[in-house]
């Protein structure tokens, strides 16, 4: 399965015929391979309150994305990335300015706030990733 990609640390121990014990430790890197899927929300970014930006996060991760946003106000864009091995950075987010419904200008790269694991692995092997901009 992915979610057990990551690295597993054990120890060795062996006690030889005269008491003497050696220890020897070791890391092991399980990879599963399985190709990177996106998913992708977007909901009001709501900047001084960290415990409703945290609810308005999980909403954002179930909704679904509309075609049309207001004017002026701040939205907090989040972009999950599942799978191994993930390219952290080919992730890119683009805007496009739009007139109206089908008359939209050229599609810009615009910077995210943050790209950081997800899947609680310590080592340097994940597989799950979340894109947060605003």
Same mark, same amino acid.
């Not at 909901?43 to 308005?56: D, F, N, W």
């Given at each position: 399965m992915l979610s057990d990609t990551g690295e597993y640390q054990f120890g060795v121990s062996v006690v030889d015929t005269e008491g003497r014990e050696e220890t020897r430790n070791f890391t092991l890197t399980l990879e599963y391979l399985q190709e990177?899927?996106?998913?992708?929300?977007?909901?009001?970014? +709501? /900047?001084?309150?960290?415990?409703?930006?945290?609810? &308005?996060e999980e909403d954002i991760a179930s909704s679904s994305s509309s075609p049309f946003y207001l004017p002026h106000e701040e939205y907090l864009l989040?972009?999950? +990335?599942?799978?191994?091995? +993930?390219?952290?950075?080919?992730?890119? =987010?683009?805007f496009a300015e739009c007139s109206s419904y089908g &008359?939209?200008? &050229?599609?810009? /790269? =615009? &910077?995210?706030?943050?790209?950081?694991?997800?899947?609680g692995n310590m080592g340097k092997v994940h597989y799950s990733f979340v894109a947060k901009t605003r």
């Open positions: 990177p899927s996106v998913s992708v929300g977007i909901g009001p970014y +709501v /900047p001084e309150c960290t415990k409703c930006q945290e609810e &308005e989040n972009c999950s +990335v599942q799978g191994y091995p +993930v390219n952290t950075s080919s992730v890119e =987010v683009t &008359e939209c200008g &050229e599609a810009r /790269p =615009v &910077e995210h706030d943050t790209l950081e694991p997800d899947d």
